[in-house]
């Protein structure tokens, strides 16, 4: 008989690993529940979708059921997994209000995640939104067009915050932005925050950083600076794994409740696999456990859960963190540790930031562009890298990206043959110039 | 009595030491002679001042001898020098037909180099034109307009050629391209040459490949393919080092007549040094000695050499022959080795072609892209990379060139952190798209 692969879940953590598996295991049989109506989407894709840069739902499916059942996958939509039972090596599933039972011999949790809801007053209002999966965002598009919504609050300043915020903006709506901390963009320093705050500014969001919400009426969001009206709440205060069923069925969580998995992305139960946003990573710096709810992360993840799966040999070694966005016509990306990431990781660090164009300055179209390194003091390796600046500055994040996985040194960094153009670069990247500027650095201090 | 630094050469070779080497000694006495009009420009933004994307000479000046002196520097502009006296530790220089000396404690070379000019009937009409120094391009510049040049032929289809062939074709020419290579880009692949000489064609140039010039007359190419008429010849042979002084004093020479120098850029005589267009760098992949004339390359080992000169420890461990362009809308960029530059140095290699898109398929503006890796078939390093796509495309290259520098293997890539949000990426993003290809290569080689 052959073995049977259950999938729990229609996210790329779950259904990435399906081809990777049966590259091994062509005789793999392979059922994938999600409760659902989407498989394989990008969630990413949903800010583009509400600012109308993407025409439908269905653009953002990069794989639908038909097309996994095609491909010999008993695909089975609106299906709930309700329960794991790892010593029968069984999962229980609901359907159209009966519940049954089905057999595996792997087993892989694709749960996902879902958005952070606030324990407030009034969260459960109508028209406060969160964005994670397709049906959210068919939820906030129709209650968008329903409430001809004028007047958006974002709670939140994180990417998918200003990523909404803009979407909205584009949408011809009066955005207000609200952040408990001190600044937007928790994953950059404050310096390179301030910067994509003003371009939020000079894009029309009225921001509000410090600032705590208290609770959400019919008509508004109240907020420690006062009461804002609003048609339409956004809520973009990060991602939680979903790990509920892991964690009741006895399976090991980590760090914020992900599901605990090793290098091969095995999770503590023998036979059992988890992938995603439901799950933890290493963070290739500090050493540590991290939850980091990307599509990057998922994708390969999935990619390694399947081939192990498939009996071959893979291992995931772990996350930068590396994100990167454009928020109006701002591209912000960073890499490793932020100043304050590398101090609490124990790393005695100096920080670099370096002010460069976009383009040889004399070519049309160069813009200024911000570069920061965040370097370990006494060996001069790189441990983070952020970039704020004009179009073509943040994929440059790529190069450090490498660097940094590569443990690489500012004395190294500032040799390296990155290509030059005068429509791509200055002569020296402005990766060199920041490497060379931290070199500098080290010098005069240990004058 | 000061130490005294003599530059030989305007150019970012010798000039860009000057103060790195005064950072180290500041009261280094420095002169340096030049025996043209200009100092420290960028000779690779020629093409966009043909084009008229750049509007005057002067822009592509980074520092004029009048901002070199008023940091101290004694530029001596239309002063040649003739001769190095090495056991005396003097130059012999000319200016305004008078010769005369000047003593050094130490010597720096940036003599640059210069177009190649076949020995063909007619080279030194007056309608072929070399671009190398900001006088190439203000004589071509003139020839263009007086002649109105409306119809004219480049010979050479690397970069120069290739970006020449566009700024012509933006004036409103016809031009046509002829190479003797059976491919134009001679630094890639046939394969990946192939979609840029398509580039072309749509473009609007005349492209002839595998077609020997024969000469020129004062109206026409004469090639092997037949006569072309032509009221301007631009010549795209690359480019040859000015090494004559250096080899004439004794100094030692390599590859293709370079200047030879070590990690230090120290040539082989004491105390004297060289950098840039003249001198050779040591390819990081292959181990070999090569000469490359481009404007990152000068500009490194410069700082290098000055750094040195300064007292101070500094070495260019060497090149990936990383380069990038745009022809017409097109990007372009390569780094490593090629295929038959694999082969050459001995490497057992295979190669894969992945097409993915520059952005994430549902976003506007996405176009596409083709990767190719080049890579070491027993351990799956990375060797090389090309990159052939639309816009935002080739800068990915970067990404490859941190890779091959750190010796990193496709499956090592595979993991690699890089930046993904659909206005910049699929969420694999093409660079990890070649390297998971290649990786199952491997496998499938293995099996």
């Given at each position: 008989m052959a073995e049977r692969l259950v999938v729990v879940g229609g996210d790329p953590g779950g259904m990435g690993a399906i081809s990777q598996a049966r590259r091994g295991k062509p005789d793999l049989e392979v059922i994938a529940f999600e409760r659902?109506?989407?498989?394989?989407?990008?969630?990413?894709?949903i800010p583009y979708l509400v600012a109308g840069q993407v025409e439908s739902l269905e653009r953002l499916v990069s794989r639908s059921p038909d097309e996994f059942r095609a491909t010999g996958v008993d695909v089975r939509m609106?299906?709930?997994?309700?329960?794991?039972d790892l010593d029968a090596r069984q999962v229980e599933v609901r359907h159209d209000g009966r519940t049954y039972r089905e057999g595996f011999d792997y087993l892989l949790l694709g749960t996902g995640g879902h958005p952070i809801r606030p324990d407030?007053?009034?969260?459960?209002?109508?028209l406060v939104h969160g964005v994670q999966t397709l049906d959210d965002a068919a939820d906030l598009l129709l209650h968008a067009e329903q409430a001809h919504a004028s007047r958006v609050a974002i709670v939140g300043g994180g990417y998918i915050g200003l990523e909404m915020a803009e979407a909205f903006t584009m949408r011809g709506a009066d955005v207000t932005l609200t952040e408990q901390a001190p600044q937007v963009m928790g994953t950059l320093d404050p310096d390179m925050a301030a910067l994509v705050q003003e371009a939020l500014v000079r894009f029309g969001v009225e921001v509000h950083v410090g600032c705590e919400v208290e609770g959400f009426e019919d008509d508004a969001v109240i907020t420690a600076a006062g009461r804002q009206e609003a048609d339409l709440v956004v809520l973009g205060l990060g991602v939680a794994p979903n790990s509920a069923l892991a964690g009741q069925s006895g399976l090991e969580l980590g760090v914020r409740e992900a599901i605990r998995v090793d290098r091969r992305q095995r999770t503590s139960a023998e036979g059992v696999w988890a992938a995603g946003d439901c799950c933890e990573s290493t963070h290739l710096v500090s050493g540590e456990k991290v939850h980091i709810a990307l599509g990057t992360v998922a994708n390969k993840q999935a990619r390694v859960a399947g081939l192990n799966i498939g009996g071959r040999y893979a291992t995931f070694?772990?996350?930068?963190?590396t994100a990167i966005s454009k928020i109006c016509a701002t591209e912000v990306a960073r890499t490793g540790l932020t100043t304050a990431e590398a101090e609490r990781a124990g790393f005695a660090s100096f920080a670099t930031v370096v002010e460069t164009t976009?383009?040889?300055?004399?070519?049309?179209?160069s813009e200024s562009m911000t570069t920061k390194f965040v370097v370990?003091?006494?060996?001069?390796?790189?441990?983070g890298a952020q970039i704020v600046g004009g179009s073509g500055s943040a994929k440059r994040i790529d190069a450090c990206a490498v660097a940094i996985s590569a443990g690489l040194a500012v004395d190294e960094i500032v040799d390296l043959d990155l290509a030059y153009a005068p429509p791509f670069s200055g002569v020296w990247d402005p990766v060199l110039v920041a490497a060379r500027a931290a070199l500098r650095q080290m010098e005069e201090e240990r004058r």
């Open positions: 659902g109506r989407w498989t394989s989407y990008s969630a990413c894709g609106g299906h709930e997994v309700t329960a794991l407030l007053p009034g969260i459960d209002r109508p070694p772990g996350v930068l963190g976009t383009r040889a300055g004399y070519f049309p179209g370990e003091a006494r060996t001069g390796r790189l441990l």
